[in-house]
Structure formats: structure tokens, C-alpha cells
DNA sequence: CAGTATCCTGGTGGATACTG
DNA sequence: CAGTATCCACCAGGATACTG
């Protein structure tokens, strides 16, 4: 990856009007930019498996759609894996997949980012 | 940063209604996560001062709305710089600041990774 | 050239109720 | 327990026109 390979590429459709974007961090956040997904992940990271209506007490503020549709999609790009337990009543349990932790580096470094702007800020504000 | 410190807590205030975020995956999100953000910053990476309206014809799709408050916002979080001359017609230049600067290895990270799920994702479809 | 000012649309995310 | 099914509000983002 040189510097010139580096910089977003969109490949423009003009018949449709639509434009798909070949940049791999449009990508990226495309698969974790919504509003749950990564509270959901955080959750999962340090455990081995967890429970639908242990997930849902843990994220605080999310609804039933929400970690559905969210768990759903995580599922899809197979970040996250789904186990059922036919048990009465129901037993279901998240866990993370190995491409689900392969985003934890990644992650570690938007935090530091991230950690180091709010420090900046705070500065600037005091 | 030790793993416990490391995921993402909110901060809860009860008597507005409002979580405040002090998760700083979070908060870099807030600052590069809108849709213009990152397709500008790409444009200036490699440059060293770029003209209003040369951001504009780069930024395929960017109207002078989204591209003067992006560039505001990012202007207000410290990652570019406005340089004004005073001539007619006028000339402005933006550019990266040091602190803008700081986010390329982390973009490579969101980068690499984004390559590695875009191959995956290909690979499940064929 | 480098922006502002208005007005408007669509779609993410939320509220609420219901169920195998 | 672990979800679906409907309906809805809000606001990020866009279209269009105008200007120092």
C-alpha cells in the first residue's frame, strides 16, 4: 500500500447515478458505523459468549429492533456468530467470530486517536 | 489502556435525558464519522495547501453546503487549517494541521482492515 | 472565487405492542 | 426468552438560488 494507492477511489456508475465506493475505510465503517454496532462488540470483546436479553440489559438504551437488526447485520458480514440452544424456554448466544477480533487492533487504535483529541480539546477549552 | 479500562462506557445523565459519551471510539467518530469528512482529508493527505474550489471538483459529488461545513467543523476540531489572502478575486487555502496530520496511521489501520473484510466478503460470494 | 440562505427529502433509529 | 411487526419523528444531508 503506497501513498498514491492509499487515497479513496470512488468507481462512478453514471448510468444509475450511483456511485459505489471501492475505498476499504468507507467499507469498514460501513460494516461498524452505525449507532449500536460497536457498543454491541465492546460488550463482546472480553466475554467468550453472551446472552440476547444479557446483551440488551448491557447496552443501555438499546431496543429489542435495534439489537435485532444490529446483531442481524453483525451476523451477515460474519463478525458475529449466532448459537441456538433448543431448550424451553429459548437459549441463544453471541460470540464473537475470529474476524470479529481481528477488528480489536484496529479498534485500539482509534482509541488512542481518539483519546488523544479529547485530551486536546479539554486543553483548548480550560 | 489496559482490556478493562478499554471498552466503551457512557456516561448516563438522568435528569435531561442526554448520555454523554466518553468513549473515545466514540468521539473520533463524532469528528471524522459524517459522510464528507474523510473524502476531504484524503484530498489534503498528499498536499500541501488545496483551494476551495479545487476541493470542490476533487470531492466528486460535494455541494458548497456540505463542503463549507465540513470544512468549519473540521476547521473547529483543530485538523485543518483556513489561510485567507487578501486579493480579488479572493483566494483561500485549506490544509492539514499537525493534528489532522495525526490521523493518517490510523486511517491505515481502518484501511487495512477494510481490505481484508472487502476480500473476505468477495470470497463468499463467488 | 468562495462562499450563504432557504427549503426539503429520505432513511436511520425509536416507541410501542405483540408472539413462538 | 428471544425475538417481530407497525408506525413514526427527527435531522443529516441535499437542491437550488443568491452574494460580498
Same mark, same amino acid.
Given at each position: 500500500?503506497?501513498? $498514491?494507492?492509499? !487515497?479513496?477511489?470512488?468507481?462512478?456508475?453514471?448510468?444509475?447515478?450511483?456511485?459505489?465506493?471501492?475505498? @476499504?475505510?468507507?467499507?469498514?465503517?460501513? +460494516? +461498524?458505523?452505525?449507532? =449500536?454496532?460497536? @457498543? +454491541?462488540? =465492546?460488550?463482546? !470483546? @472480553?466475554? *467468550?459468549?453472551?446472552?440476547?436479553? *444479557?446483551? $440488551?440489559?448491557?447496552?443501555?438504551?438499546?431496543?429489542?429492533?435495534?439489537?435485532?437488526?444490529?446483531?442481524?447485520? /453483525?451476523?451477515?458480514?460474519?463478525?458475529?456468530?449466532?448459537?441456538?440452544?433448543?431448550?424451553?424456554?429459548?437459549?441463544? *448466544?453471541?460470540?464473537?467470530? @475470529?474476524?470479529?477480533?481481528?477488528?480489536?487492533?484496529?479498534? $485500539?487504535?482509534?482509541?488512542?486517536?481518539?483519546? *488523544?483529541?479529547?485530551?486536546?480539546?479539554? /486543553?483548548? $477549552?480550560?
Amino acid at each position: 500500500m503506497d501513498e $498514491k494507492e492509499f !487515497f479513496c477511489r470512488r468507481s462512478e456508475q453514471p448510468d444509475d447515478g450511483v456511485y459505489v465506493s471501492t475505498c @476499504p475505510v468507507t467499507y469498514a465503517l460501513g +460494516i +461498524i458505523g452505525q449507532k =449500536w454496532k460497536l @457498543p +454491541i462488540l =465492546w460488550h463482546l !470483546f @472480553p466475554r *467468550e459468549a453472551t446472552r440476547y436479553n *444479557e446483551l $440488551k440489559r448491557s447496552v443501555r438504551g438499546i431496543t429489542n429492533m435495534m439489537l435485532t437488526k444490529s446483531l442481524h447485520e /453483525l451476523e451477515e458480514h460474519g463478525l458475529v456468530e449466532r448459537r441456538q440452544y433448543e431448550t424451553v424456554p429459548p437459549r441463544v *448466544e453471541y460470540s464473537l467470530t @475470529p474476524r470479529g477480533r481481528s477488528l480489536f487492533p484496529t479498534l $485500539k487504535e482509534l482509541y488512542r486517536w481518539g483519546e *488523544e483529541q479529547m485530551r486536546l480539546d479539554e /486543553l483548548r $477549552k480550560a
